[in-house]
Structures are given as C-alpha cells and as structure tokens.
C-alpha cells in the first residue's frame, strides 16, 4: 500500500513541489442544447454579414456560425479569471468587424472582490487582452440585460464609450480600449436601485448607466461622431441625455418620458430616429409596467408609441430592434409577461400600429401566429399547437431582440432559459404566421449544481439551476425532458443509492408549487415521486442517500441537518453541525459521514446520531466527502487546506502531500481491474491551480485540464468520475455547463518532489487500532502512476469488530459484509473467502 495510514492525524508540513505534469484530455460539453440560463443579448456586427454574439451573465459570450450553432469564446477562463464569464456589455467595431470588446466583471457587491476589465479582441473573439477598470463590473446583477452600455464610436472606432454602474458614470476610450478616463463633465450617473434595504448589496446598488447609443449619421468617416445618446437608470426623473459635441457637453433630452427606466435605446438611421424602450424595473425579474417611445432626432419631437395600454399594460418592455433594410419596422419585447405567456410586438409603421405574436379570442381562446419548434433542444417545451394557459413558449426576462441587418428574415431573441427565432421573419407581416424556434444549439450556460454517474443505468445525472436537472441516457444528443413530478426551477443536489444505484434522491429550492423539496425515484430518474416525509417550506442544500435506499439525510438550508427513512417525517439530526458537508457509506446503509470545521463525523444508526472520531488536522472549511463504493470506511474529504482520506472510517485520517487546497473530489474507474478507483480534485498544488487525476491513491498526480480549458471557479464546481470508463470525469460548471473529459494517450511520468520544514509529528491515538506509519519528510519520492491493486480489497486492521444478532448457520457471499458495530447479518463467510475486519464498522468476506 503505498499511502499508508497515520493514528490520529499528521501535522501538515510545510513542503516545496515540482510542478504536476499534465495528461491530453478531450473535452465537450455535455450536449443541453438550449442554453440553460439568461442570453441578456444578440448582437449583429452591421457591416459583416453573418457576424453575431451572443452574451450570457454568467457563462461568457458566444459567436454565432453559419448553421445557426454557436462557439464559445470564453472557455480558456480559469479560476483566477472567473468573473471574465460575467459579461455585462458587448460591441463589435462596425468599421473594422474583428475587433470585439467585452465589459466583463460578474458582481459589484462584496460576492466579487475584483474590479472589471474590457477584453479586446483583434481577431473575432480567438484572442482577448485585458484592459483592466478602476470599478466593479456586475454581468450578474440586476439590470444586466440593459444596453448596451458599451460602444464603438461608427465614424472613428479608435472611440469607445462605456456606461459604468454603482455611480461610476461614464467612461471613454480614445486608443481602442487600451485605457479609459472617466468624463467629467457627464454628471447624471444614476439614482435607481431594485431594493435600498438589501444589506448584501446586489439589490442596492445603483444600477447606472442604461445605453450608449452613437447617431452615426451626424458624422463622417474619420471624425469623431457629434451626437451620442446615453440612457440612465432614473425612475421618475429625465433620462435620457444627449451630446452634440462627441461629449464634451451634454444635456437632457427635451419632451421625455421621465416616468419609466430606459432599457434599450436602438438607432434607425435611416429614420434618423432612436426608439427607446421603458419599464419601471431594472429587470431581468421586474417590471409590471413600462412604455416605448420614438425620438425623431430632426423635429426633436417623442411619440408615444407603447403597443397596449390599459389592462392589457402589466409588463414593462426590454428587447428592442429596428430593420435597417425596411425603415420603419421596429419590433419590441414584454420584458416580463409571466402569464399567460411572453409577448413581442411589431409594426411597419414606425410604431403607428402594432400586431402581437399571438392574441386574446373568446377567453380562455387565445390565437396563436406562431409555429414551434424545439427539436434541437425537445426539453424546452412543451410541444403543442394547442396553447396552455402559463405554458411559456415564447419565454421570459426577454431583453435581449435583434434582426439581422443583412437578412430581414432572420431573428434572435433571448430569454431566461435559451434563445428563439428564425429565418421567416417577414411571414409576420404577409400570412401573420412566423417559425419560432429555438436557435441556441452550442450554448451551455447551466449553472450545475451537482452531478452524478451511477455505475448502472445512464451515465450521468444531473442537478441544475433554473432548468431542473436531467437524465443523460447519451452525452451529445439534447434530453427530452427535465425531472418532472414534482418539478422545481433548480434542483439543489442530487445522490444514488450504493446498493441500489437506480434509486435516486434529489432536493429543491422552494421555487415549485409544492412546498415538499424532496423527490425520489427507482428507476434511475425516470420517473419521480415526492418524499411525503418532508415538511412544506424546508429547501435547498444537501442530500445523501443511504447504501439500500431506505434513509435520506438532508442537510437544509436554514433547518439543520434531517434525517427520514422509509419516508417517514424528517427528524433533526442535533449531532451534525448544520454546516457539515454529508455523504453515505455506499455499502453499510446504516452509516453516514459528515465534516464541518475541523471534525470529522460518523453515524452508525442511520444517520440519527452522529460523532466526531477524529479531526482534519488544521481544516476550517471542508468542501466535499466522498466514499470509495467498494469498501466501507473508505472516505475521502477536500478541504482549505487541502485533502484527507481514511480507510477506518474516520479512526485516523492521512493528509495528502501536495494539495495545499482542494474543492470537489470524486472518485472514477480504476486505470487496472480491480485497482483502487481513479481519484480527481479541483485543487491547488501551491500556485499550481487546475483540475488534477491520481491513480495511486493521491501519490502521484496529473494535471488535466490545459489552457483552452480553464472552468471558470473552482469553488464553485462540481465533478463526478465516471465508475464504467477510465480516466473519464464530469465537471459541472456554474454557467458553461457540464463538460466531459477523456484521457488521450498514456500519462507522463511523475515524479514527487517534497521537503518538509519539520518533521512530521502525529496527534495523540483516537483510537486503540494499530496501524501502520511512514514518514512524511523524505526529501525525494518517485512513484509509478498506478498503485498495488491490493489497497481496494486487502485493507485490513487489527482493529477488533463486534457482531450481534448473526442468524445460525447462514453465510455471505464473497466480497459481502460479514461482521462490524451494528452488523445483524451473516458472519460465515461461503466456502473459499474469510471474514477480514476492514475497520470497526464494516468486515468484508475476502477470497481466499
């Protein structure tokens, strides 16, 4: 056994690393297919056709391709970058259309400690550099589908204007974004906030600038353009500003409508007008009423042209486009119709008219003029030309609505969970009937909550925000259905059964009709029913499922930790701290284990009651425990300060050398048959920080992800080894989705290097068991990259183990438990295999 086992708990040394060599891996995305999460908005480059971006809040931006798909221009994004994946605003240079800029930072409270940057691209978004702000950039906070508050100036594109938010003002660039200077004399920075009484900070800071909108037809070629419009977030008072000196002055616009927030102000040069649309929210959530308005630039004259009025205003409007190949088509979103379902709106007249993409009959009739589509993403849904009331087909929080410039047929909207259109656009103002459908194939910006791959069934399972979670029965083909009966915006966590790996758990976040937030299923997620055990309005956290399916332990958010078997109501688990990361022995199903702090915790009743054997030396803040599905006691748990790992159940605790912190640990097939199971940590190995695989029980490591693959936040991912296929993992990500990775030929060479300052001491005996030592200060260690198979099944201890209540003359099969505290079963072990104690909990009948 190469790792071997300390009583008690090592001090960790302080040690010096060589670098962790890296391993090829492939990596895709598990293919959703429609997105997942919040598309802000399109944007069309006006003089390339086909060029096109798409900007998410949480999952980076993406470049349209000419068979209606996407790219990701975002992935190289790595855990010291992660806000990059924020994206706030976007312009693509109308003179020279392969500069690109971003405003990237993902919070302005305290939840980001970072400051914003503009990424410039030269090249399509192949390449950024960063121009780093003096202020916070918030992609995801509230009024993020405003805009765009970024733009190129059309008439001299060394000019760059950017709307900032929190009172920031507004900034210019003169040098293609390489540096920016605030501009005085632009004084108006906004006064709205959501909801002043929030103490977190996100719904209370301000929310700024809404637009920056250059006239390009006030200027030529080579000159700085005169007149630049700039929308502010102010509810009640003027709002929209003018320049006619390329902003060395301004002045608000005369004869505005100052009762609304300005979301979206769109140029139809040829009109030589703005159009502006308003809502009385920041959005992307709010907003009960709004208007849309049109300025004619030359009369200096605003129009009312809002497309409802009366009952039929309960929304306020976000996406806004104008055709700039038929002047006068303008075309304008319900930022939040909620029910009966989205709306959007178009005229051909400048806003003198308006038909709605569907309409009221004879309640509850409502008439459609639209066809559906969502075959590349069938979940979406649902599939029916007969409209259900509250069914939201078209979609919500839709601020983000474009027409492509060289192509009046073609259209993109955005929406809370994909992005729609087509390429019939103009059937809307012959037949009234246009192709809806969804387009956002290559999108992935699922934020994962956790994920799971049973070693029968599908090969992966899936908890999700905002969309639920999935069964994966194939990884590059979109799933039919989310989870359903009971169903939730996001499911909070997810586990399988040891024993019984088609038996499921999964647990909500209170945004369902039901107030139970338990789900159970026995047929690998396929189908679902509710945990009547659970109380209404208790949500969210974490969940394990014990070895034979019959016991849940649930550790909520706000409740304690809970326990239920037989679906029987949860009782409270006063012996965990509420705080403690949990997992279930994956074939003892009376045991659990539990982390928080520095303690280390076991049941061995079922989860009813817990205690603390040992510590995690100077750990503060566990993330993860996971367990070896082949022994019991086996467990594994990341932490601050890096990984511990036990084979008696939690007795005595190994910390491993090299990680210096560790996030999500799990646990995949073994590179040998019969080996010790592949072992993968998002970790740091000193400033060496990435995705790492051991195959020797954490003795020697490989780096696995490169530099075109980055994940974004560490800490905020989960990963899942796939038990059926070696070298595979699962890395979920919060906002690009779930993402798989397979070894591409053989491992390099690894060779450990590690000096202790001190030598290493051990912690007073938690335990009588007898165990064997190494040290831990040799100054160099070279390993193989695989480990004796025998640590899977030949850990032994001479740790005695007390059986109880064994019926006379019955025997375990091989490989079955066969003795431990608690064990009622079988303690002869069959003909050829002999009861080996593997630690107090759990013996094992080992083949002879």
């Known amino acids: 056994m190469l790792l071997s086992l300390v009583v008690g708990i090592a001090t960790a040394p302080l040690l010096t690393w060589a670098a962790v060599s890296s391993q090829t891996y492939n990596w895709a995305n598990v293919k959703i297919g429609g997105g997942g999460g919040f598309v802000p908005n399109i944007v069309f480059n006006p003089s390339q056709k086909g060029l096109a971006y798409a900007r998410t809040d949480i999952g980076g931006v993406y470049k349209l391709n000419s068979d209606d798909s996407w790219t990701p221009l975002l992935d190289f994004v790595d855990n010291a970058r992660w806000n990059y994946w924020g994206v706030d605003a976007l312009a693509t240079d109308p003179v020279d259309p392969d500069r690109l800029y971003l405003a990237t930072g993902m919070y302005t409270n305290s939840w980001d400690p970072n400051d914003g940057q503009i990424l410039i691209s030269t090249d399509q978004g192949a390449t950024f550099t960063p121009s780093p702000l003096p202020f916070k950039v918030g992609g995801n906070m509230p ?59 996100y719904n209370s800071d301000k929310i700024g600038i809404s637009f920056v909108t250059f006239d390009s037809t006030s200027g030529k070629s080579g000159s700085a353009t005169p007149r630049i419009f700039v929308g502010v977030a102010n509810l009640g008072s003027t709002n929209v500003f003018v320049s006619n000196d390329a902003g060395s002055t301004w002045s608000a616009v005369a004869g505005q409508n100052s009762t609304y927030i300005p979301h979206k102000g769109v140029l139809s040069p040829a009109e030589k007008t703005l159009y502006v649309s308003y809502s009385n929210g920041a959005g992307p959530y709010d907003g009960t009423l709004g208007a849309v308005q049109r300025y004619n630039i030359t009369s200096g004259v605003w129009t009312d042209i809002t497309p409802v009025s009366g009952s039929d205003l309960y929304f306020g409007f976000g996406g806004l486009a104008v055709d700039v190949q038929n002047p006068g088509t303008v075309m304008v979103a319900a930022l939040n119709s909620w029910w009966p379902d989205g709306q959007i709106f178009r005229s051909t007249d400048g806003g003198a008219t308006w038909s709605a993409l569907w309409a009221w009959g004879s309640y509850p009739q409502i008439f459609k003029y639209y066809t559906y589509s969502d075959s590349k993403a069938p979940w979406l849904g649902p599939d029916t030309d007969v409209f259900d009331l509250g069914t939201l087909q078209i979609g919500w929080m839709m601020e983000g609505l474009s027409i492509d410039p060289f192509d009046s047929n073609h259209w993109l909207y955005g929406t809370g969970a994909t992005i729609y259109g087509g390429h019939d656009l103009l059937t809307w103002d012959t037949t009234h009937n246009v192709t809806l459908e969804s387009l956002a194939d290559g999108i992935e910006e699922t934020s994962v909550q956790n994920l799971i791959s049973p070693p029968t069934g599908p090969p992966l399972l899936s908890a999700l925000g905002d969309i639920e979670g999935f069964v994966h029965n194939s990884l590059t083909t979109a799933p039919a259905a989310e989870y359903s009966n009971p169903a939730w915006a996001t499911a909070a966590d997810i586990d399988f059964a040891g024993n019984k790996p088609t038996n499921i758990v999964r647990i909500g976040t209170g945004d369902s009709s039901t107030g139970k937030q338990v789900a159970l299923s026995s047929d690998s997620g396929n189908s679902w029913s509710q945990d009547y055990g659970a109380a209404d309005n208790v949500t969210g956290g974490k969940v394990a499922l014990s070895a034979d399916a019959d016991t ?164 905020s991912n989960c990963i899942s080894g796939d038990p059926r296929i070696y070298g595979r993992v699962y890395i979920g990500t919060n906002g690009r989705g779930i993402f798989y990775g397979d070894a591409s030929g053989s491992a390099p060479p690894t060779t450990i290097t590690s000096t202790a300052s001190s030598s290493s001491k051990t912690s007073s005996a938690s335990s009588t068991s007898s165990t064997k030592t190494t040290s831990s200060s040799s100054s160099s260690v070279k390993t193989n990259s695989t480990s004796s198979s025998s640590t899977v099944k030949s850990s032994s201890s001479t740790v005695s183990s007390t059986s109880t209540g064994s019926a006379p003359g019955a025997t375990q099969s091989a490989y079955g438990q066969c003795g431990g505290t608690g064990f009622t079963g079988p303690t002869i072990c069959a003909s050829g295999s002999t009861c080996t104690v593997s630690n107090p909990y759990y013996s094992q009948c080992i083949p002879s």
């Open 552 to 715: 849940v332990l649930w550790r909520t958010n706000g409740n304690g930790v809970l326990v239920s078997q037989y679906t029987n109501p949860f009782t409270a688990v006063p012996t965990l701290p509420s705080d403690a990361e949990i997992a279930s022995d994956k074939l003892n199903n009376s045991i659990f284990y539990g982390a928080s702090g520095s303690k280390f915790y076991i049941s061995v009743d079922g989860g009813h009651t817990f205690t603390s054997p040992s510590s995690l030396g100077a750990s503060t803040a566990p993330f993860k425990v996971i367990v070896n599905p082949g022994v019991t006691g086996d467990v594994w748990v990341s932490s601050d300060v890096g990984i511990f790992h036990t084979t008696n159940s939690g007795q005595s605790f190994t910390q491993l050398a090299g990680p210096t912190e560790a996030w999500g640990i799990a646990l995949g097939a073994p590179a040998k048959t019969g080996g010790y199971p592949a072992l993968f940590a998002a970790a740091s190995f000193g400033t060496q920080t990435g995705y790492f695989r051991s195959d020797d029980e954490g003795v020697s490591w490989v780096q696995i992800n490169d530099a075109a693959h980055g994940f974004g936040s560490l800490s």
């Open 143 to 201: 009024g993020r589908g405003m805009g765009e508050r970024l733009a190129v100036d059309p008439n001299m594109n060394s000019i760059l204007f950017f709307g900032a938010r929190s009172g920031n003002g507004l900034w210019k660039s003169t040098n293609f974004g390489a540096s920016w200077s605030k501009v005085s004399s632009f004084t108006n920075t906004g006064t709205y906030v959501p909801d002043p009484t929030d103490t977190t900070g």
